[in-house]
């Protein structure tokens, strides 16, 4: 991964190996402490680092947030440090440059996309809503900036449900990218929506076949299930949530032991939380049963060392997208404050 040993490069080299490589190749001088490190350099140059729940154990426990999408944006927002480093995967650094522009941005490694997000080009998407002219647009909050820019709110998957319900009932609603998580709203919510051929290709690999097995294997475990997972695996569910409500539900629940259909980076969070309580890992269609996201796991410690010291990569954004996509994600924060799912302050 790292191609250079170190040695002072001048800014041009670095933005020419950045736009080689998506991130700084460089190796950290050999038997440096990285966590003391990262810890030092955050301090001096006033960074906060947010980490999604899908990240590697180690970024998590260095962070200074750990969320889902909801609660980091809510973050990304609010934070007056000068620098934010999202590890996380591309549309969420986009989203914190979009809260918070006047702050550096930095992403680990630019390779981070999010299969989902991509699955909804904003060209097609723009001439799929030139069909529905009278349709307002919900996105979930795994698009790029050019779909946010086209939305009439966002959502994520901690509050999709009760801002749908929230909407007006005269709204003809689209709803983009993740067909599963738009059909799990509609369940929910009795809206009828036009939904956007989108999926996430970690979320829809668990098979329904062997979820059943593993339920009579376990008949004491509860099935517990992202929403972006495919319908026949929810209706299996005990209990369906975001990442956070998963883990909140893993806490709180008085049973001991949990098939978790999810990312498997949230596991290091539940296990820290609820250390007595035993998690299975759903398994997937094919082999294997560990499903991790090859998105998220593309950033690491040397990766974060080096964006912080060499403040690159920068997500960067034209100041019109910046405005035209922040609207629906402010509509969303305002919605989750008056709904009561995130504090006032
Ligand atoms: S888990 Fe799915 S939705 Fe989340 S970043 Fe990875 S591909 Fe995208």
């Not at 009278?134 to 009760?162: C, E, F, G, L, R």
């Not at 059943?212 to 695996?233: D, G, N």
């Not at 978790?260 to 309580?277: C, F, N, W, Y």
């Not at 080096?306 to 405005?323: D, K, S």
Request: charged content about 25%; some cysteine; aromatic content about 8%.
């Amino acid at each position: 991964m790292f191609h250079i040993s170190t040695r002072s490069p001048s800014r041009e080299e670095l933005l020419n190996l950045v736009e080689e490589y998506g991130y700084v190749p460089l190796e950290p001088p050999q038997g440096i402490d990285l966590f003391a490190e990262i810890e030092r350099l955050k301090r001096e140059k006033n960074a906060i680092l947010l980490a999604h729940y899908y990240q590697d154990a180690d970024i998590q426990d260095i962070a200074d947030f750990i969320g889902d999408s909801l609660g980091l944006s809510q973050k990304a927002a609010e934070t007056d440090a000068e620098i934010i480093v999202f590890a996380g995967v591309h549309f969420m650094a986009e989203t914190a440059k979009i809260l918070n522009p006047t702050k550096k941005v930095l992403i680990p490694d630019l390779n981070a996309g999010c299969s989902l997000s991509d699955s909804c080009p904003p060209e097609s998407f723009a001439a799929f809503k030139a069909q529905h002219p009278d349709h307002k647009v919900v996105s979930y909050i795994n698009t790029s900036a050019a779909i946010k820019a086209m939305s009439d709110v966002i959502v994520t998957s901690s509050n999709a449900v009760p801002i749908v319900k929230a909407l007006p009932s005269d709204w003809k609603i689209i709803f983009a990218p993740d067909k599963n998580l738009g059909q799990y709203v509609m369940k929910k919510t009795g809206r009828d929506m036009i939904l956007w051929d989108g999926v996430c290709m970690v979320h829809t690999i668990f098979s329904y076949q062997k979820v059943l097995q593993m339920k009579r294997q376990y008949p004491e475990a509860e099935l517990i299930a992202h929403p972006e997972c495919e319908p026949a695996v929810l209706e299996q569910a005990d209990f369906i949530g975001s990442t956070t409500a998963l883990l909140n539900y893993v806490v709180k629940s008085p049973k001991k032991q949990f098939i978790v259909a999810t990312e498997s980076g949230i596991l290091h969070q539940m296990r820290k939380a609820a250390p007595d309580k035993e998690l299975i890992q759903a398994p997937a269609e094919y082999s294997c049963s560990c499903n991790t996201c090859p998105h998220m796991k593309l950033n690491t410690l040397e990766k974060i060392y080096n964006a912080l010291l060499y403040e690159m990569p920068e997500v960067t954004l034209p100041p019109e997208l910046i405005e035209a996509a922040r609207r629906p994600i402010e509509r969303m924060l305002e919605m989750s404050r008056e709904l009561g799912l995130i504090s006032k302050g």
